[in-house]
């Protein structure tokens, strides 16, 4: 059973914006905090965002902080990752996750998420 939905990739020019969706099912969606997460090639998988279960704590790494916003929209559960300013180097497949459990803060161990998201790709264009 497909749980989570990745949509809003694509190709953009620096300095460009783009918001990626992640659609959960209810059950994930209010049980599992979120996270997004990237991996370019011949790289390893990265947090770049993520959010505990009720949306009020979020971090980010120094990478991607006061570009990319994560938000949870609960009456469509639906997870945001808002992209701005984007950098060449921010071109990766973008995955969103879901934790195994609830925690009330954000998660940042790849290790944490047994739900992925098929990926989504962003490239971003000198």
């Known amino acids: 059973q497909v749980q989570l939905v990745e949509s809003g990739g694509g190709s953009v020019q620096a300095g460009g914006s783009l918001r990626l969706a992640c659609a959960a099912s209810?059950?994930?969606?209010?049980?599992?905090?979120m996270g997004w997460f990237r991996q370019a090639p011949g790289k390893e998988r990265e947090v770049v965002a993520a959010t505990n279960l009720s949306g009020d704590r979020t971090y980010y790494p120094d990478s991607v902080k006061g570009r990319f916003t994560i938000s949870r929209d609960s009456a469509k559960n639906t997870v945001y990752l808002q992209m701005n300013s984007l950098k060449p180097e921010d071109t990766a497949v973008y995955y969103c996750?879901?934790?195994?459990?609830?925690?009330?803060?954000?998660?940042?161990?790849?290790?944490?998420?047994?739900?992925w998201g098929q990926g989504t790709q962003v490239t971003v264009s000198s």
């Open positions: 209810i059950r994930t969606f209010s049980r599992n905090n």
């Open positions: 996750a879901a934790t195994r459990i609830a925690y009330t803060t954000p998660v940042l161990s790849l290790n944490a998420y047994d739900k």
